[in-house]
């Protein structure tokens, strides 16, 4: 069979699959009512649509299984949820959940099986143990060491119990002192764990809790300094992105000194593009964006850059994002470039803060995807979606935040 004849069939068979398995899982949803039941079925189509995959396409059978999987991924998800929201106000019901959430799909007979424990879900349980547990965990992850393993779930658990009115003072308070938290119990001779950091400047961005924007503007310059760990200074790109979502209106000279320092030896890398993007937003300058676009030595990362272009409604940057359209190699940009010219043609003035293109690249750090995280970067899935060959391509997982070239 032809490689182009072997494409279209496999397709066909992905399809059908896909289709398949969508039949399967509304058919588990409406027929069971015992959710933990329920859970368990999802998780096994997990492992049988994986099988059929790999009898169906190969050793390429992740490339054609990936929908599927995020597919029932995204219903065991939903399902969580539901079963939480019509089990908690029943003790014997809620008791079955909170033990599933402790560690999903544990055995009895293996001690060593199952998940880690989902925080996130159990504040959706809302009774007090459960809420009690959460707030308990983040104050845990104040005190763990950079090689430790951050929970991210204790966080969208706050997230989520900041939505009740009765636990957002508590939340708030619990985020706002938590930069101060973390370096006052780090020992003298240990590095400032730069994961709680971005957790915490992501929950309080999560929240809209635009008090705070002084103590993560202040968190920023702590993570900047030069002779913090890098990991910390690729932290305070994140924090940056955590003022342009809180609509931050304050001083941004601790962003412009970042530029300056970072700029000389890491020129073009990821984490000081991202924070060129907070300066330009922030101070409004769409010309100093197209800039640093037409200037002919920087290669990469011009996503971020026509985010900027987009996001601050500069008209004038709508050639210049054309003619670079057809100079682009990297896939991803090229997505993220198609977006930002349809922003710039079709929009009327700057968008809403929740309606800025930025957000599309997704809120998951590299160091989280490196760990196993699925990336949540709405171009990297465009680009896989729109051709066969992307299947290949993959956001860089570097913790050293690297980056392919752009053009």
Not at 204 to 211: G, N, P, S, V
Not at 247 to 261: Q, R, S, V
Request: charged share 30%; proline share 2%; with cysteine.
């Amino acid at each position: 069979m032809q490689d182009e004849e072997k494409n279209i069939h496999y397709r066909a068979q992905a399809k059908k699959l896909y289709k398949e398995a969508l039949q399967q899982i509304n058919e588990l949803v409406e027929s069971t009512s015992n959710y933990i039941d329920l859970f368990h079925d999802l998780d096994h189509m997990l492992g049988s649509t994986r099988e059929k995959s790999r009898a169906a396409f190969g050793d390429d059978f992740w490339k054609y299984q990936e929908t599927i999987h995020n597919l029932i991924e995204a219903h065991t998800e939903e399902a969580y949820k539901t079963a939480a929201e019509k089990w908690r106000h029943d003790p014997q019901l809620r008791d079955k959940l909170f033990n599933f959430f402790m560690s999903p799909y544990k055995r009895p007979d293996n001690p060593y099986s199952g998940l880690r424990t989902r925080y996130d879900l159990i504040a959706r349980l809302e009774d007090e143990a459960s809420t009690e547990m959460v707030f308990n965990q983040v104050l845990e992850t104040y005190n763990m060491g950079v090689e430790e393993d951050i929970d991210l779930s204790a966080f969208y658990g706050l997230v989520y119990l900041s939505n009740i009115p009765k636990h957002r003072s508590r939340v708030i308070e619990l985020l706002r002192n938590g930069f101060f938290t973390v370096i006052s119990n780090t020992e003298d001779d240990d590095l400032v764990n730069d994961r709680v950091f971005i957790c915490i400047g992501r929950s309080l961005a999560m929240i809209e809790e635009k008090t705070t924007v002084s103590e993560i503007y202040n968190a920023f310059i702590f993570a900047s300094d030069k002779d913090q760990h890098y990991e910390m200074n690729v932290a305070a790109s994140y924090l940056a992105l955590n003022l342009v979502a809180l609509d931050y209106t304050g001083p941004i000279d601790a962003l412009h000194n970042f530029i300056k320092e970072f700029e000389k030896n890491y020129k073009g890398d990821s984490f000081v593009v991202r924070v060129q993007y907070a300066l330009w937003v922030l101070a409004n300058d769409g010309e100093k964006a197209l800039e640093y676009l037409e200037e002919k030595s920087h290669t990469k990362n011009l996503g971020l850059v026509a985010s900027a272009l987009a996001d601050l409604d500069y008209k004038s940057g709508l050639k210049t994002l054309q003619k670079y359209l057809l100079e682009i190699k990297n896939d991803v940009t090229y997505e993220v470039f198609k977006e930002a010219i349809t922003r710039l043609q079709n929009q009327i003035g700057r968008p809403l803060n929740e309606n800025r293109m930025v957000w599309l690249f997704g809120f998951l750090p590299r160091v989280e995807i490196a760990l196993g995280d699925e990336s949540d970067n709405e171009f990297l899935h465009r680009a896989k979606l729109r051709s066969e060959e992307v299947m290949d391509y993959y956001e860089v997982f570097e913790v050293d935040d690297s980056a392919p070239e752009d053009l």
